[in-house]
């Protein structure tokens, strides 16, 4: 009797655990997943956000600050008539003027600037300039102007600028909480469909994703609210994704290993310890690969970096959790069901050993030399594409997919204005090197004017000053410099650097360059100051899980340079795509940073997923046998994986930014060329070729030395 109730409280046991546990998160993630959709309410998609406090540019913004006493963004309303503007458009441009005066007054830093008519008469523009930058309110007051100026046929109103710029992108980013997590969502369903052939798995695996999507941004937007980090709408777009993919990567290989041991086990329960025991190591492997390499991000100057690092991290580390304790306690409550129709039959043969796979690694087995030439020459040669990449930033305007007003006004403003009119360079300096700033700023080749910074001017009823004194603030003065050419193009910046080396020369002016060019800048220049950091950085932290996980050093070292050669070649085959198929104006300078994040720290889950696998094989079969046993069995897992994973990043495209379709392309071909060739081909391949040295200096390595020496000592004796 005893016995019995034994069992039948073990039997309860079985199955109240995993429901407390479902429970648990339920009650976890509930909260958190109802904070998600406020993420974008803590974004900071100002690209001065992102620059550290000792940027020349952030100095500039911060002494500007003194001149008028609140933070600025300009925006630049921009009409035109190809005809000629006629006494009727000026007149509703006088009353625009009026209307955006009366009903965004208290939000602005001072009464809008025009209109300012062009020389050819054929176009005028008015400069709006906010008092605050903060993005959602922003696009709300430029919507409004928007609708206010556009309504006159014949007449083109267009909103651009800094202001019009963000709150184009805050209309994308707006995008992520429906169309992007629709489309990823629909993606990975039909995947999961097509690879379980079952109705009732695919749901519970994007459930348990869709579980750590929740309470990854409900811990993000708590996090991202009292300032602790920083997070933009690209960051959030990629949390998303990445969360969704990754958590996916980490269900099928345990729901992987679960079918093989239900073939293993009658039990359910003991199956998914048995599952659970196997895929844990590898998979906290390589969840720990990710985010240690995110982490590095936090070294970055550019608090953009540094945010998308620990808000990423938080993302795998919620996926983790999901996936090695939620989703096993599902699939201890469904069994065998889950797979329905195709339910894993107790004692049955697994697929895995006769399919497609294993075909693959007999080929792999006969010619493994020839196999890992040729695959490394094909990767040699899709890096040379490399010379066509051009990663040294992309005008603002530029980085939309499409025609967004703020871009249709940059236009406007190309051809009736100094190109870079409402967006003029910011120079702080001495108030007595007033003369000689101004004199070397107008000498510089692509300036069109600078004027020194005065007063706002006096209401119109007030008699008018003729000559307004520039304002000097604590022996400082402000000198606004016109550009001749667009304030957010590549030769904006040669401006803007010899803006600097003229004036950082004049003796005892001190003077300091910033705006919003300078800004996009020193962006850049951080950028690329970052990637020759990080990517090191983060080489070194991914060598370092390797070798603890594989408890060997030549095995990791093969591993880290198939991934180096892979990135290459992904980043070849991105610069042809771009320049030569795609016409891109060009890449982010942070693109080369994320991109090798992304793909070394993703890339190398399927080395692990593999390598750990070929480890135990190769422990009961031998070195030769357990690699194509290892690549037999994991084929099918890793190849699904790779595939939801590309899959997810690719959907970053329904997002009409450049910087977005860019990484989207990289991370789903180089995940695709990992998956497909590096991982199927070239690691086994040369697994197979180097010999049991690559387990040096492990258990492995010394036991298939000791079985060696032993079959030495033992020849004499055996050829007698």
């Given at each position: 009797?005893?016995?019995?109730s ?5 039997r309860?046991?079985?199955w109240l ?19 998600a959709g ?9 690209s001065?956000?992102y620059?550290p406090?000792?940027?020349?540019a952030?100095?500039v913004q ?9 933070d600025t ?7 035109s008539?190809?005809?000629g503007?006629t ?20 939000k602005?830093a ?9 020389a050819d008469?054929q ?7 906010f008092a605050s ?8 007051d430029i919507?409004?102007?928007?609708d ?9 109103g267009?909103?651009?600028g ?6 184009d992108l805050m ?6 909480n429906?169309m ?5 969502a629909?993606?990975v369903?039909f995947?999961?469909?097509v ?6 798995l695919?749901?519970v ?5 869709g579980?750590s ?5 409900g811990?993000v937007?708590?996090?991202?609210k ?15 994704v990445?969360v969704?993919?990754?958590g ?5 290989l ?7 041991e239900?073939r293993?086990?009658?039990s ?6 048995a ?7 590898p998979?906290?492997?390589s ?5 240690l390499g ?6 970055s100057?550019?608090k ?6 620990p ?9 983790l959790?999901?996936?090695?304790f ?5 699939l ?7 797979f329905w129709?195709?339910?894993?039959r107790f ?8 399919g497609?796979w ?11 030399r020839?196999?890992?030439v ?5 990767l ?15 005008p ?13 006004a940059?236009?406007?403003i ?6 870079g009119?409402?967006?003029p ?7 007595e090197?007033l003369?000689?700033v ?10 069109a004017?600078a004027?020194?910074?005065t007063p706002v001017?006096?209401?119109?009823a ?8 520039p ?8 000198v606004?410099?016109?550009?001749a ?5 590549p ?15 004049l003796?005892g002016a ?14 850049q220049?951080?950028?690329?100051r970052?990637?020759?950091?990080i990517i090191?950085?983060?080489?070194a ?10 408890r060997?050093v030549v095995?990791p ?8 050669l ?6 070849g ?16 300078s942070?693109?080369p ?8 720290a993703?890339g190398v889950d399927?080395?692990?997923f ?16 357990g690699t ?9 897992v890793?190849?699904?994986a ?18 977005v ?7 789903a071909f ?7 060739i590096?991982?199927?081909l070239l ?22 030395a ?5 079959d030495?000592?033992?020849q ?5």
């Open positions: 009797m005893a016995i019995g034994r069992t039948t409280v073990t309860r046991l079985r655990l995993p429901a407390l546990g479902i429970i648990a998160f339920l009650l976890v993630g509930g909260p958190l997943g109802s904070l406020k993420v974008a309410e803590v974004q900071k998609n100002d001065a956000e620059l406090a000792t940027s020349e952030t100095r911060d002494l500007a600050k003194r001149f008028t006493g609140k963004l300009p925006a630049i309303v921009v009409y008539r190809p005809s503007l006494p009727a458009d000026q007149q509703k441009i006088a009353a625009d003027v009026r209307a955006i005066t009366d009903q965004l007054g208290d602005l001072a009464p809008p600037i025009g209109p300012i008519p062009s008469r176009a005028a523009q008015v400069v709006v300039q930058s903060d993005a959602q309110k922003l696009k709300t919507n409004w102007i928007r206010r100026v556009g309504d006159t046929p014949g007449l083109r267009h909103v651009g800094p202001g019009g710029i963000l709150a209309k994308v980013f707006d995008a992520i429906g992007l997590l629709v489309a990823t629909g993606i369903l995947i999961l469909v690879v379980y052939r079952s109705p009732i695919p749901f695996v994007l459930g348990a994703a579980v999507l929740g309470i990854s941004n811990l937007y708590l996090l991202a009292h300032d602790v980090l920083t997070v933009s709408g690209q960051t959030q777009a990629i949390l998303d990445l969704i993919g990754a996916t990567d980490y269900a099928l345990l729901v992987s290993r679960f079918r093989e239900l293993r086990h009658e359910r329960y003991d199956a998914i310890r599952a659970w025991r196997a895929s844990a190591e998979i906290v492997a969840a720990s690969t990710v985010i995110l982490l590095c991000m936090l070294v100057n550019l953009s970096n540094r945010g998308l690092g808000v990423a991290a938080i993302g795998i580390a919620c996926a959790v999901c996936m090695l939620l989703l096993p306690a599902v201890a409550l469904c069994g065998r069901v889950a129709p195709f339910m894993p004692g049955s043969r697994p697929a895995e050993e006769h497609v294993a075909r693959i690694a007999r080929v792999v087995g006969a010619r493994p020839l196999v890992w040729a695959t490394a020459l094909i040699g040669l899709f890096a040379t594409g490399l010379f066509r990449l051009e990663a040294g930033g992309i603002q305007t530029e980085q939309f997919l499409g025609n967004p007003d703020s871009k249709v940059q236009d406007d190309g051809r009736h204005f100094p190109a009119a409402g967006s360079a910011v120079v702080i300096a001495k108030a090197s003369g000689d101004v004199k070397t700023a107008q000498g510089v080749p692509g300036v004017q004027v020194p910074f001017p006096p209401p119109a007030t008699p008018p000053i003729a000559t307004p004194l304002k000097i603030v604590d022996g400082l003065v402000r606004d410099v016109t550009l050419v667009p304030a957010d193009s030769k904006a910046d040669d401006v803007i650097r010899a803006l600097r080396t003229k004036l950082h020369a003796p001190d003077a300091k360059v910033g705006g919003y060019t300078a800004i996009n800048l020193d962006v220049t951080t950028a690329q970052d990637r020759n950091l090191p950085l983060v080489l932290v991914v060598f370092v899980v390797l070798i603890m996980l594989l060997a095995a070292l093969m591993l880290i340079v198939t991934v180096i892979s990135f290459f070649a992904t980043l085959v991105c610069g042809v795509v771009f320049h030569d198929l795609l016409g891109f104006a060009g890449a982010d942070s693109f940073l994320f991109a090798f994040v992304f793909l070394v993703l399927y080395n692990i593999l390598m750990t696998r070929v480890r135990e094989e190769a422990g009961r079969r031998g070195h030769r046998a194509l046993a290892g690549l037999s069995v994991t084929g099918g890793i190849t699904s790779g595939v939801v994973l590309a899959a997810t990043f690719a959907a970053l495209s329904v997002l009409p930014l450049v910087f379709a860019e990484i989207a392309f990289a991370v180089g995940v695709l060329l990992d998956t497909l590096v991982r199927s690691v086994p391949a040369l697994t197979i070729d180097v010999g049991r040295a690559v387990w040096w200096p492990g258990k492995l390595w010394k036991r298939a000791a079985d060696e020496a032993e030495a000592r033992r004499p004796e055996l050829v007698r």
